[in-house]
């Protein structure tokens, strides 16, 4: 697993992975390295990325992680996410991600979501799809 370091900022409390401040360093999962270190930037990996992706072929890469929100529209043919969630409800997110069935674009939809606005409602109903889709 990657090994990760808060470089930049203060103390902060990551959804699901935990709380950091300047120096700290932990474990984390491949998906969580890339969101971290590209999507948030105040972290960077401190292990040997060049060996890892040596060793396995279906490695997350620096482009990969939750988009950035002045990239998405509602346009689903742009090859962007399907919707962005900072535009709608929680309602209207619920009703959204029902008919979304790839857990890759609902993990980024909640990886933007956490960046973006982190309500309860929203970041549940992307879950409990999450949870459906993936048993």
Known sequence: MPTVEKTE????TVRGIGEFGPGDQA??????AAY?????GDFERIDNVAAEDETDGDDVHQEDGPPDPDD???DAESGTLPFNPADHTN????DRVADIDDPATLRALLNLEEEQKDRSGATDAIE?????LEG
């Open 36 to 40: 971290l270190c590209n999507e948030r």
């Open 72 to 74: 998405v529209d509602d």
């Open 128 to 132: 409990e799809r999450l949870d459906e």
């Open 27 to 32: 474990e984390v999962s491949k998906d969580d």
């Open 9 to 12: 900022g203060g103390r902060v």
């Open 91 to 94: 309602d209207e997110i619920a």
